[in-house]
């Protein structure tokens, strides 16, 4: 009779156990997902004056990116795959779709785009037939949606979104009459043509519109003078289109009646703030934190780790090697997206936005998160935010 002890079996099975690991291993497949910026992109200079202040945040968000795979390793391990990140950065236009189509001819199915919006708006039109689906992650200009590229994706928010959280919050604090000053800046001009729409919708008054200036000659005081141009009308509150910054930052304080100030200052909507401490989302800054030590996360890192999320879902959950079933599942009602603020989040079918809560906070403090209560819709109640179907119309 064969003596088999228990430590002969192990011998035999630790092997095979191994083996199997090792082949599993072998047999994941290596998946790139592209991601494309621009060089030198002006978006992440750190704009200081002469005090040495900083405007807007330093640092692209890549690092959220990376996040973002990482996050779902795990999942998508399970079902053999291992996502990595190609990153890559180009000086224009013609540069930026040869990247594409370099990527694509690669066997890249998905790419998220850091840029623009007028280059967003560019390669998607010039890139649309090769087959790959691009996601826009940090442009929240609201032509982008209308231009109804069928291959182009919205991680980040719309400036209609954004609007649309501050005039519901508006609306329920009974702040009805609204003092618009806008920029002279292209971006100003979209940003409170967004803010208008919403304000009509919500039935929301705006007293006057006027035009500031940071031009400092005398002829134009009454256009750069914070009293000057707050004056001569009765107001709840004043709206402030700056994607600059640097008028928005004198404001609060400087009005001529003593009033809060919204969107480019004060109350500001935005995808995210480091600030949020409900939902996991203290986990996930701090986890970004680790990819990027030297700031803190913002709205478009946010929205860039969501699009790396979203990608590494669908080919987790996709049940599909075949790019076109993958790119369905992506687009379609079985996708749900955690993005740490409370609701499972997709891609609305007629624009490519994706569905998301949006935070509404000061520089240090989280004040609400849109949409709020009492905002009802006949489908999702995200679809409150932004343009709804009915709304939409491709240009």
């Known amino acids: 009779m064969t003596d088999v002890r228990p430590h002969s079996l192990l011998a035999g099975i630790l092997p095979l156990a191994a083996s199997l690991l090792l082949s599993g291993a072998a047999m994941s ?133 954004e609007a649309d959280a501050l005039v519901q919050y508006l609306r329920t604090r009974n702040w009805t009459k609204v003092l618009m000053l806008v920029g002279p800046e292209t971006r100003d001009k979209e940003m409170a043509a967004a803010f208008r729409l919403s304000a009509e919708r919500q039935r929301i008054n705006l007293v006057d519109e006027r035009e500031f200036t940071l031009l400092a000659d005398p002829a134009n005081r009454d256009a750069n003078n914070t009293l000057l141009i707050t004056g001569g009308v009765d107001y709840d509150l004043v709206y402030v289109a700056d994607s600059q910054g640097e008028f928005a930052r004198y404001l609060p304080y400087s009005t001529q009646l003593p009033r809060p100030i919204i969107g480019s200052t004060g109350l500001v909507a935005s995808e995210w703030h480091w600030g949020l401490e409900r939902y996991g989302a203290p986990q996930v800054s701090s986890r970004f934190a680790e990819f990027a030590p030297e700031r803190r996360m913002t709205g478009p890192d946010w929205s860039v780790w969501m699009a790396a999320k979203a990608i590494a879902t669908a080919y987790a959950k996709a049940r599909s090697d075949e790019p076109a079933k993958i790119d369905a599942y992506l687009r379609g009602n079985r996708l749900k997206l955690d993005g740490s603020k409370g609701v499972q989040m997709n891609f609305r079918p007629w624009d490519g936005q994706m569905r998301m809560p949006v935070v509404l906070s000061t520089h240090n403090s989280v004040i609400a998160i849109a949409p709020l209560e009492g905002y009802l819709h006949q489908n999702n109640t995200l679809d409150t935010l932004g343009t709804d179907e009915p709304e939409h119309k491709c240009q």
Do not use: W
Request: aromatic share 4%; hydrophobic share 45%.
């Open 29 to 161: 497949a290596e998946v790139k997902v592209g991601y494309l910026g621009l060089t030198d992109d002006p978006r992440y200079l750190a704009d200081v004056t002469y005090a040495r202040i900083e405007l807007n945040p330093a640092g692209d968000p890549v690092a959220a990116a990376k996040m973002g795979l990482a996050d779902l390793e795990m999942v998508t391990a399970a079902v053999d795959k291992t996502l990595q990140l190609d990153h890559r950065t180009a000086a224009d236009a013609a540069g930026l779709v040869d990247a594409i189509k370099d990527m694509a001819a690669s066997g890249e199915q998905f790419i998220i785009l850091d840029l623009p919006a007028p280059l967003t708006d560019e390669v998607a039109a010039a890139t649309r037939d090769l087959g790959v689906t691009l996601i826009n992650g940090t442009a929240p200009d609201d032509f982008l949606r209308n231009r109804c590229h069928p291959n182009l994706l919205h991680a980040a928010a719309s400036d209609r979104m």
